[in-house]
């Protein structure tokens, strides 16, 4: 199989503080994982490409300052909300594609509900 | 830039029939992947069906089929013996082959409804 986790499922922060997520693909090197974001009753906007060992490639309009993002690993990316505002409360889901060589499938999280108070 | 458009925000099916979501697109590349995604109630993304461009032969899997019409960018899913379960939003997306590394751009979704 192919198995990708997030923690956490739900947070809640306060505004003006930093929360961080995070994207594990549990039973295979990704050399890819992609980021999105989902509001209520919408598509899934994709945020940022995330490439292991280099620099995220983010999404026209998606400010990389306030989302940090770190694919330090094969099978870790994280994404860093820094100086939460109310205006960040999302559904954020990550994905991840099986090596260089992987096929074109993703593989999707469960998601992570973020609330910002 | 490559979009992609559901024309049917809700759909509704009776147990048992069947229905079919619309989706079309507009590239200007000639090979290409398309999907259909489900989210149910609990936000998990699951891939339903794909199809390569280059392929002619529709998908199928299982109770659920497409349609892909490459001239008239169309790719319909179509679902039969509908089930309780398939209840959920549908997303039709679209990747380009190569140079992109995997994006995926997605529809707007149709959420459909079965009922007894």
């Known amino acids: 199989g192919a198995v990708v986790s997030q923690h956490p499922s739900r947070v809640i922060c306060k505004s003006g503080t930093s929360v961080k997520i995070e994207c594990r693909s549990l039973d295979f090197q990704a050399t890819t994982m992609f980021w999105y974001r989902q509001f209520p009753k919408q598509s899934l906007m994709l945020m940022a490409t995330?490439?292991?060992?280099?620099?995220?490639?983010?999404e026209q309009g998606v400010e990389k300052d306030k989302f940090l993002i770190n694919h330090a690993s094969l099978t870790l990316s994280t994404l860093t909300v820094t100086s939460a505002h109310p205006e960040d409360s999302s559904f954020y889901i990550c994905?991840?594609?099986?090596?260089?060589?992987?096929?074109?499938?993703?593989?999707f999280g469960p998601g992570t509900r973020l609330t910002v108070t | 830039a490559q979009t992609v458009t559901q024309s049917q925000p809700e759909m509704s099916v009776q147990e048992a029939e069947t229905v079919t979501l619309s989706c079309t697109y507009d590239?200007?590349?000639?090979?290409?992947?398309l999907f259909w995604y489900k989210q149910p109630p609990s936000r998990q993304m699951i891939l339903v069906i794909r199809q390569e461009a280059y392929k002619q032969q529709n998908a199928t899997e299982n109770r659920f089929s497409v349609n892909f019409q490459k001239a008239a960018k169309s790719f319909s899913l179509k679902i039969s013996d509908s089930q309780l379960g398939d209840a959920a939003m549908y997303f039709c997306a679209y990747r380009s082959p190569s140079g992109t590394a995997s994006k995926l751009t997605f529809g707007t979704g149709t959420r459909l409804q079965v009922t007894l």
């Open positions: 994905s991840a594609k099986k090596g260089l060589a992987g096929g074109y499938e993703q593989y």
């Open positions: 590239t200007s590349e000639s090979d290409y992947y």
């Open positions: 995330s490439n292991e060992g280099s620099k995220a490639t983010y």
